[in-house]
């Protein structure tokens, strides 16, 4: 609805004419122009003329659905796609679970070598049940079933010569005692015929310098004692003490472990001089210890004679 504000007849007789004259203007630019009817269409209000045409009819159009619609891209999103989601894959779960159960194994194992549980005292209820346990673990091993049966060898216990009221006066068998140092297991074969001597021993827990590795000086003892033995025996004597020594320590000597001593007379010894040479392995044969003394016989003192069975 057009409400008109009154106005001097004049001023609209003077419009009218105005709308009614047709343009003359720019002609060369515009050949015809259809003359502009007095009503009001929408391009022509009071008389005034609009650039702009007027909008479609509301039939011509779509009205949009929503006021959002209209500022909406030119492009628009395209909608998701109807592709599942890739499953997660179970291999990184399965790589925790593995490193955690490494994890917690090599920490079991380090706990024990750091900081192992007490072992019993020697001459207890309890060191005696662990000597027999080791005993009979030693009996299933190759080479002490390969020695035990070949004739060309003999064997015994070490310190079986002992009378028991001195072995308490002695490093071996008195603080080095029991199952948690060398008194687990440790058995001497002799060969007659070539001198060499084969000591399979166990050395304990109790008796490390470092967690988990035989102290050095404990190994110089057993050396010493397994090189006295195949030495001793090539003396006529039956006697003999050590004048040098020399150890080449190559790799770490475990503790609860068996291992071979291998030691043989060097050739050229005679009846108060011996040369001896000795390795230290493991039971697979790797060589952890090498070792190289001179025994002979003393001259002004006497001492006891052994054969050769401490």
């Not at 109807?82 to 990184?92: D, Y």
């Amino acid at each position: 609805m057009i409400t008109r504000l009154p106005a001097r007849r004049l001023t609209i007789h003077s419009a009218s004419r105005l709308v009614s004259r047709p343009a003359t203007r720019c002609t060369h630019h515009i050949k015809s122009r259809p003359t502009p009817s007095r009503q009001l269409d929408g391009r022509y209000l009071h008389g005034r003329l609009y650039s702009t045409s007027p909008p479609p009819p509301a039939s011509e159009t779509s009205k949009p659905i929503d006021l959002r619609s209209q500022f909406s891209d030119a492009h628009p999103t395209p909608p998701p796609s109807a592709e599942p989601a890739p499953q997660r894959s179970l291999r990184p779960y399965i790589y925790a679970t593995l490193f955690f159960m490494i994890g917690l194994t090599v920490g079991q194992y380090v706990r024990l070598v750091l900081a192992p549980p007490p072992l019993p005292p020697a001459g207890t209820k309890e060191d005696e049940l662990m000597v027999q346990y080791l005993q009979k673990q030693a009996e299933h091993l190759p080479i002490v079933q390969s020695l035990s049966n070949d004739p060309k060898w003999t064997h015994h216990d070490a310190y079986t010569s002992l009378p028991e009221h001195e072995r308490s006066h002695r490093l071996t068998t008195g603080p080095l005692a029991g199952a948690r140092a060398i008194g687990g297991y440790q058995r001497i074969f002799f060969n007659q015929e070539s001198g060499e001597t084969i000591t399979v021993i166990w050395f304990g827990g109790a008796i490390a310098g470092w967690p988990g590795v035989t102290h050095g000086g404990v190994i110089a003892t057993i050396f010493d004692e397994s090189l006295g033995r195949c030495a001793i025996r090539q003396f006529p004597a039956k006697t003999g003490v050590t004048a040098n020594l020399e150890l080449n320590y190559l790799k770490p000597v475990v503790t609860n472990s068996f291992y071979v001593i291998r030691a043989v007379p060097d050739q050229g010894a005679t009846d108060t001089k011996c040369w001896v040479s000795a390795r230290l392995e493991t039971l697979e044969g790797r060589v952890c210890v090498e070792a190289k003394a001179l025994f002979v016989v003393p001259k002004k003192f006497q001492t006891r004679k052994s054969g050769g069975q401490f």
